[in-house]
Nanobody
Framework: VQLQASGGGLVQAGDSLRLSCAASGRTSSNYAVAWFRQAPGKEREFVASISWRPSTNFADSVKGRFTISRDNAKNTVYLQMNSLKSEDTAVYYC???????????????????WGQGTLVTVSS
């Protein structure tokens, strides 16, 4: 399984961006996808997840601003980021869990497959 994250870029505070995470090598839609982010000097942190059911979950810091969705026909998960803030600046990683867990994990260790990361920079 390979994950390809894309869509990052340089934006101003208040702008929007949509990140994409395309999965290849596995056709089943029975997996969860999460987005994590890592800012310089900080640990990787959970941002959002979407299960196979699908149900969604968000970190408190992005709740109400970010949404997550999936297109199973394209094996792609999207992270729509609105009202971006400077503190959203980070490398964003998508990750997949094929264990069938009912509620996706919020932990890095809960995911076996990772994309390469895409940089989001929000200028204030």
């Amino acid at each position: 399984v390979q994950l390809q994250a894309s869509g990052g870029g340089l934006v101003q505070a208040g702008d929007s961006l949509r990140l994409s995470c395309a999965a290849s090598g596995r056709t089943s839609s029975n997996y969860a996808v999460a987005w994590f982010r890592q800012a310089p000097g900080k640990e990787r942190e959970f941002v959002a997840s979407i299960s196979w059911r699908p149900s969604t979950n968000f970190a408190d810091s992005v709740k109400g601003r970010f949404t997550i969705s999936r297109d199973n026909a394209k094996n792609t998960v999207y992270l729509q980021m609105n009202s971006l803030k400077s503190e959203d600046t980070a490398v964003y990683y998508c990750a997949a869990d094929f264990s069938g867990r009912w509620v996706p994990s919020r932990l890095v260790a809960g995911y076996d497959y990772w994309g390469q990361g895409t940089l989001v920079t929000v200028s204030s």
